[in-house]
């Protein structure tokens, strides 16, 4: 993972002994899998059109979480990738590993700054998953 300016984010060791355990590694692989057919080209016009239909997410509900029956009826990419993406979860929850630890440290351009001028330090964190 990387920062928009291409930096890493801050990581610590015991973090990453996490990250690299076969089973969050498992869970990983089959979440990227998902999330590139879902969102890659394999799917994308499909994506685009159940994303806002009431048969696929219910009013009030998100993506994450849609509030139908069956995820996979219809849109059986959906439904994996929200499986994988649930996998993964409990995957780095039993690992005690927190998603929102990590952070990222970037000189990125203020607003009002000139192209070339100085830069404001900036952290984001990611919530967790």
Do not use: H
């Not at 996490?18 to 899998?33: C, H, I, M, R």
């Amino acid at each position: 993972m990387f920062a928009p300016n291409g930096d890493s984010p801050t990581i610590k060791a015991d973090q990453l002994a996490v990250v690299t355990s076969p089973g969050v590694l498992l869970a990983l692989e089959g979440f990227v899998a998902s999330f590139e057919t879902v969102l890659g080209d394999a799917d994308w016009e499909m994506t685009r059109e159940c994303v806002s239909c009431d048969d696929f997410i219910r009013p009030g509900c998100t993506f994450l979480e849609p509030g139908v029956d069956d995820e996979s009826s219809s849109w059986w990419n959906r439904g994996a990738l929200l499986a994988s993406y649930r996998q993964l979860k409990a995957e780095l929850a039993a690992a005690k590993f927190s998603i929102g630890e990590l952070r990222f440290s970037c000189n990125c351009p203020t607003p009002d700054s000139p192209q070339g001028s100085s830069t404001a330090s900036a952290v984001s964190r990611i919530d967790e998953i």
